[in-house]
């Protein structure tokens, strides 16, 4: 067995689906999963949303009504059985927690990979704009060609499907980073200071404080922390902007673009 990554990303035209018609209508607008279980019987997934206001109310529209599959391409205009539920928000952003049931011919993405490639399939999806991209981990290429079949048969109007990638996993490994892996001395300034209030609006201790409290100068305390911070802001905008918006990704034999426009 050797895991292989599958990315592709499907570009979306107005009024062919009313989740991405909200991400349309708000650019600003993106979501990206953090856990997602795919059985043949349904898919499980929680998903970080983050957004104005006004967008993320009218998504919560979107899922309070029957809606067709979102996660399905085909030309089927197949209804779904959907749970959705908010179980944690803040201003501007929120985690969802949504169920989908795979009954009859009408089946999702996630789903139709399992078909063909078998078991243990991990899934991830970012939305933005028009595009949602997906990222597969597969146990093996096999049966890859017939996914990539079935997606180009069931394409409807108004998608266009862009296969960008199906190499050894590269994304996966890169994006698992945890704030362990800054250097231990970085690691405990930033954990002390969060302890102590110093990210906190007004703070509850300075720069200077908390350097006596870590028993280390205040220049060094500074460069630990500048140091940590910017590691932690790349990486951020690495996993939040820049797979979906990257053009450098090149596929093994290069990109395929499969659409059919519902003009």
């Known amino acids: 067995m050797y895991m292989r990554e599958f990315i592709f990303t ?7 689906d009313p989740v991405m018609d909200v991400f349309i209508d708000y650019p600003e607008t993106h979501s990206r999963t953090i856990a997602c279980n795919v059985t043949r019987d349904g898919m499980w997934r929680l998903e970080r949303v983050a957004g104005p206001e006004t967008a993320l109310e009218q998504l919560d529209d979107v899922y309070d009504d029957p809606v067709r599959c979102t996660e399905c391409i085909g030309t089927r205009n197949c209804k779904t059985d959907w749970t959705y539920e908010v179980i944690g928000s803040d201003p501007g952003a929120r985690t969802v927690y949504s169920y989908r049931s795979e009954a009859g011919d009408c089946h ?20 933005r704009g028009s595009r949602c991209e997906w990222r597969l981990l597969l146990c093996s290429d096999a049966g890859v060609d017939g996914l990539f079949e079935e997606m180009k048969s069931e394409l409807r109007e108004g998608l266009t499907v862009e296969f960008r990638q199906l190499s050894s ?31 906190r609006t007004p703070r509850d201790t300075s720069l200077t404080d908390l350097a006596e409290t870590l028993d280390v100068s205040r220049s060094t305390l500074q460069y630990r922390l500048q140091r940590a911070e910017a590691w932690i802001v790349r990486s951020f905008v690495t996993r939040s902007m820049g797979p979906v918006q990257a053009d450098e990704d090149v596929a093994e034999g290069g990109r395929l673009r499969i659409g059919r426009s519902g003009v």
């Open 169 to 199: 996993p590269s994304y996966w490994v890169d994006e698992a980073v945890t704030l362990a892996e800054l250097p231990p001395e970085q690691q405990a300034a930033v954990e002390a200071a969060v302890e102590h209030g110093y990210y």
């Open 10 to 16: 499907i570009d979306y035209e107005r009024n062919v």
């Open 108 to 127: 999702s993405i996630p789903r139709l990979a399992i078909d063909h490639v078998g078991r243990g399939v991990l899934v991830e999806t970012e939305r």
